[in-house]
């Protein structure tokens, strides 16, 4: 499957916050895709999108560190596995989640990460130049699709409000956390690179950072057709793609 | 429902040429520690030692004591992996489930889509010699078979045409969910499996096997698979074992059972493996934890970029 482009297709619909819960309930419901699978595949899709912007050679940093910020939800649990393929693609993933769940499918996939050796921070440093020395990219894992609005103003806020301030790439999941679904920022974190798992989101056409990938191969056919996802080709056995640069 | 094809007259050994895996020499460099987190343990792999060069072999595993990795730079080809026993590969797979918190579901689809790519990589989409990209893929009762289901899935997402053939569906919730997502992605069953095998010769390119896995006892292969896999036998297209060739000792290998031409070997291989003599020896083992593969010594083969599986040895 060739990436040129063929034919002019139609660009991706970009989801509403209630087709983008609808789809999911599809996914669980009627197809019967477990939330472990799920976040599995979207976790590992985002650390290769992670190693396409941030190739190991091109790091800055002498030692390939990332920073992985995790929310307490579902996002955060994306955040957990999208850190543990990075460890086996040999970068060196920090994580940070403070707000650990009592979900017990949470809690697996932090013992997983911690049985890798992957390294916990207790806190997040406020004095962002501590996080800008240490790594080469920050992967916002906050918030998702599913945070209501004002929740970046909640228990997140003063994670997020360092992550406003920090000089290096932040790579957003889904959707750059503290963002309104479809009407997008005001004011809140700036993501070098955005990976929408499925397909985009309606805020993402206010995203202007450097590279937008798409995590939406595993996606059925036919929810993509119900859905109206055109969505992007996907070279050979790729699990993401690049969409067109932004302006 | 049996989809027939129209059986295309060429060539039936289509396929592109040996793939090795590139020589990467490294080691991990300690993990730093940023201010404000606990320190973890470094990470230093023990230096891989030079062996003598093998030559002519189909595929290098060694019996786990004794593991030492060959020296490649003149044949290209990837390093020598350990060969696990029934018994390791169980306690490996338990230490993952248990001590590790891998899920099932988890476990089943990370190796059911890697068996996916492998079968893309032996078996290109343009390679193949059927008009159609089809694929058969018949799957057992237990764990080979569901992730036999999950490859199935990612043939399809791959834009090859699976056909499943799983005449004894399981019980258990999570088998019975990953065939509703096959089912549900349009991926036809097959009621029966023709025992004239010249039918299924012309209507795919390949078959994959994930009737029996290492979790099977002795003798299974003589019991309900029996029939399946004597029809294996005898088709004429290539077959892709998951795991464990359908029907073989797991440690002894095969007496008189199905000749794979693809193995894709889960976590590591089988000691079996010893025996295969087919056209590509594939490990997916890239998500196994680096301690994980420490303590059962599996010496795993280098993974270029984000791969999750590789050639084990390039084919003669």
Not at chain 2, 19 to 31: C, D, F, I, W
Not at chain 2, 83 to 103: C, P
């Amino acid at each position: 499957m060739s990436s040129v482009p063929g034919p002019s297709r139609e660009p991706p619909r970009y989801l509403s916050k209630a087709e983008a819960e609808a789809i999911e309930k599809e996914l669980l419901e009627d197809y019967r895709f477990g939330r472990q699978q799920l976040i599995e595949i979207w976790g590992h899709a985002c650390a290769v999108a992670v190693t396409k912007a941030f190739p190991l050679p091109s790091l800055p940093r002498k030692q390939p560190t990332v920073l992985v910020v995790c929310g307490p939800a579902q996002n955060g649990a994306i955040g957990l596995v999208c850190a543990r393929h990075l460890r086996i693609f040999d970068y060196e993933p920090t994580i940070f989640y403070p707000k650990r769940s009592l979900d017990p499918l949470y809690r697996d996939f932090t013992t997983q990460c911690e049985k890798m050796d992957i390294p916990f921070l207790s806190y997040l440093p406020t004095e962002v130049q501590l996080i800008n020395d240490a790594y080469n990219a920050v992967v916002d894992a906050v918030l998702g699709a599913e945070a209501e609005l004002g929740e970046g103003r909640g228990p997140c806020a003063g994670i997020l409000a360092t992550l406003k301030h920090v000089r290096i790439p932040i790579v957003s999941l889904d959707v750059p956390s503290g963002w309104d679904v479809e009407a997008g920022s005001s004011g809140g974190i700036s993501p070098d690179v955005l990976v929408s798992l499925m397909a985009p989101k309606q805020c993402a056409r206010r995203f202007l950072g450097r590279q937008h990938f798409v995590a939406g191969r595993f996606v059925p056919y036919d929810v993509q057709k119900k859905f109206e996802l055109n969505p992007p080709e996907y070279p050979g056995t790729e699990c993401v793609v690049a969409l067109s640069a932004p302006q | 429902m049996l989809r027939t094809h129209r059986a295309v007259l060429e060539d039936p050994s289509g396929g592109s040429g040996p793939r090795a895996a590139p020589l990467r020499v490294g080691t991990r460099s300690p993990h730093a520690c940023p201010r404000g987190g606990p320190s973890p343990a470094p990470h230093s792999p023990a230096p891989r030692a030079a062996g003598a060069e093998r030559a002519g072999t189909q595929i290098a595993a060694v019996a786990k004591a004794t593991a030492s990795r060959v020296s490649m730079a003149a044949a290209g080809t990837a390093p020598t992996s350990a060969a696990s026993g029934k018994a390791e590969a169980e306690a490996i797979e338990k230490e993952l489930l248990e001590d590790y918190r891998f899920g099932r579901q988890q476990l089943i689809e990370i190796w059911g889509h890697a068996c996916a790519v492998a079968v893309t990589k032996a078996f290109p989409l343009p390679s193949l010699p059927r008009k159609q990209p089809t694929v058969l893929v018949v799957c057992g009762p237990a764990q080979n078979g569901a992730i036999g289901l999950v490859c199935a899935r990612h043939l399809r997402i791959f834009d090859y045409e699976p056909t499943i053939f799983y005449p004894k569906r399981s019980l258990d919730p999570l088998y019975r969910d990953f065939t509703t997502q096959c089912e549900k992605m349009d991926i036809p069953f097959l009621s029966y499996l023709p025992t004239e095998v010249q039918l299924i010769n012309d209507a795919y390119n390949a078959v994959v096997d994930a009737v029996l896995g290492a979790e099977a006892e002795l003798g299974e292969g003589r019991g309900p698979c029996a029939g399946i896999l004597a029809t294996l036998k005898h088709v004429r297209i290539p077959i892709v074992s998951l795991d464990v060739p359908s029907g073989w000792d797991v440690e002894a290998g095969s007496s008189g059972g199905i000749s794979p031409d693809v193995l894709v070997s889960l976590m590591a291989p089988k000691q079996c493996a010893r025996r295969f003599l087919g056209r590509q020896h594939f490990v997916a083992g890239r998500f196994v934890p680096y301690d994980v593969q420490k303590k059962f010594e599996l010496n795993p083969p280098e993974y270029p970029g984000t791969e999750c599986v590789v050639a084990l040895s390039a084919p003669q």
